[in-house]
Nanobody
């Protein structure tokens, strides 16, 4: 059974940092492209960051320069380092394996003073 498990969310003040993790079981991230999405209340789900099997990365304009996606294939985990957080980054964050229907259940990030 394939499971993706996000962790690392929480409450942080504006300007702060968080690191999200996405751990996979039942499937290997190796050789696969992985995405981070987010969905804020009342808004559509948004693609935030992508990392290819070779390590190439892409980011939404709204997070470019502040967020960094990375992977550790030995740990079967993908990370999202989020710096200089803003209130508009508040959302549920999900990881997904590209071209599959495998999603995690999400982790909530709240940026507020």
């Amino acid at each position: 059974q394939v499971q993706l498990m996000e962790s690392g969310g929480g409450l942080v003040q504006p300007g702060g940092s968080l690191r999200l993790s996405c751990a996979a079981s039942g499937i290997s991230f190796s050789g696969r492209t992985v995405n981070w999405f987010r969905q804020a209340p009342g808004k559509q789900r948004e693609l935030v960051a992508t990392i290819s099997s070779g390590g190439s990365t892409n980011y939404a304009d709204s997070v470019k320069g502040r967020f960094t996606i990375s992977r550790d294939n030995d740990k079967n985990t993908v990370y999202l380092q989020m710096n200089s957080l803003k209130p508009e980054d508040t959302a549920d964050y999900y990881c997904k394996i590209w071209r599959t229907d495998y999603w995690g259940k999400g982790t909530l990030v709240t940026v507020s003073s």
